[in-house]
């Protein structure tokens, strides 16, 4: 039931508030000043300790879940203590790369049926890691072959891009870090910052979701473009690669996600007049580098696109020659929630104004249960 909307991933997207409510609900526990101050993950509670003394937590999935676990990547690494390194599913079979009984192996899979993810599953079964499992599928595959895990809880997704999944999938990692480093005093204003950040997401998404009609604006602009560069750092390497895999899979327009920091080492040659790039510059430890990203971008001429969090316009936009998009702002590492909302919505828009279909896009399917 689509109900007021057009098209499935439209409603999806607009009901990240909604979603991300129900991922966190019964999930932030509430101290004396009435506000949440820890989390409970009930599907993980007996196995934290296990997790923390493990040697390193390997995230493993395909598509837009891959992209989630790698935007959460950082505040895992910062909370847990623990190395946290990532792999493709296909790509660990592949290698038949190393997994060890001392390790965690985080399974992020929207449907739970994905057959690289589970494939790799059942490799890491084999050779003894914890297997913990992220998923939006009660009673799919990899919900019930993990040792434990976490439901995402965002509600069935009918879109073949993800896109409510995305951003419950990096709100649940977000509180495994939180449980994981639960323990730690030393972060424990860190992990009550996030958690007051946590409460007031679903309220910041409402507010960017208010970027739709600019986003369509922005894709009429861009609706015969043969590409389109997405550059992000940090917290918001995800955000890139998953902008631009959004607009490639629904839109059908080339369009790859840059880590800002490899820009010299080869994406520079591709920069002139003409071709577009967005570049995410919100605030984080990053900003400063981002900046210099975008006046050298600006420097070759460079068609910019810039997101920046709300009042920075000026000091991202060098002469006032590029087009901005200012977003709220939030804490650091929640922030690829917040950002990727305006590329769904881009993404979305050149699709139906490029005439393709939104919901069903040529060649892909919601779940590929084939290698
Ligand atoms: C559970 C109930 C929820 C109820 C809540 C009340 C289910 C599915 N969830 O939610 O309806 O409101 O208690 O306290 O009945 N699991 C895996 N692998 C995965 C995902 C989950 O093994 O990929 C396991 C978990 O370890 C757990 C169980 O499935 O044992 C349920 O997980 P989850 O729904 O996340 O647990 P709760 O949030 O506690
Ligand atoms: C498919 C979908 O390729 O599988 C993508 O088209 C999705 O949208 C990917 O990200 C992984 O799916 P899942 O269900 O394992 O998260």
């Known amino acids: 039931n689509k109900g007021n909307y057009e098209h499935y991933m439209q409603k999806e997207i607009h009901e990240q508030p909604e979603s991300l409510r129900t991922t966190m609900r019964g999930r932030l526990i509430r101290g004396g000043s009435c506000k949440a101050k820890t989390v409970l993950l009930g599907g993980l509670k007996d196995h934290l300790k296990t997790i923390r003394r493990s040697r390193r937590i390997v995230f493993i999935g395909c598509g837009t879940s891959y992209n989630a676990a790698l935007a959460a990547r950082p505040i895992l690494e910062e909370l847990s203590g623990i190395p946290v390194t990532m792999e493709i599913a296909s790509d660990l079979l592949d290698r038949q790369g190393p997994i060890y009984r001392e390790d965690t192996a985080v399974f992020v899979s929207q449907s739970g049926e994905t057959a690289d993810t589970l494939n790799a599953l059942e490799y890491a ?84 979701l208010k970027l739709d009609q600019e986003m369509k604006d922005l894709a009429k602009l861009l609706i015969a473009e043969q590409s389109l560069l997405v550059f992000g750092r940090g917290y918001n390497y995800a955000t890139a690669l998953e902008g631009a895999l959004k607009v490639k899979e629904v839109a059908l327009m080339h369009s790859e996600g840059i880590l800002a920091g490899e820009m010299k080492h080869g994406p520079l040659a591709l920069v002139d007049e003409n071709l577009p790039i967005v570049v995410i510059a919100t605030r984080d430890a990053c900003f400063s580098k981002q900046q210099s990203v975008i006046q050298q971008l600006h420097a070759r001429k460079g068609r910019l696109i810039v997101m920046c969090s709300k009042g920075d316009s000026a000091s991202v936009c060098v002469g006032g020659s590029c087009r901005v998009i200012e977003v709220p702002q939030v804490e650091d590492c929640l922030q690829p929630v917040i950002n990727v909302v305006p590329l769904q919505l881009l993404a979305y828009h050149l699709t139906v104004l490029r005439g393709y279909n939104v919901d069903q896009p040529r060649n892909l399917a919601k779940s590929v249960t084939t290698q």
Do not use: F, W
């Open 125 to 208: 079964l084999e050779n003894g890691a914890l297997c913990v499992g992220i998923t939006n599928t009660v009673g799919s595959a990899i919900a019930r072959n993990t040792h434990c895990g976490v439901h995402i809880n965002a509600g069935a997704e009918i879109g073949v891009a993800s896109t409510k999944a995305y951003t419950s999938q990096i709100v649940v990692m977000a509180m495994l870090a939180l449980a994981i480093g639960d323990d730690a005093i030393s972060s424990q204003g860190r992990r009550e910052t996030i958690i007051d950040g946590l409460c007031e997401l679903p309220g910041k998404v409402r507010e960017v």
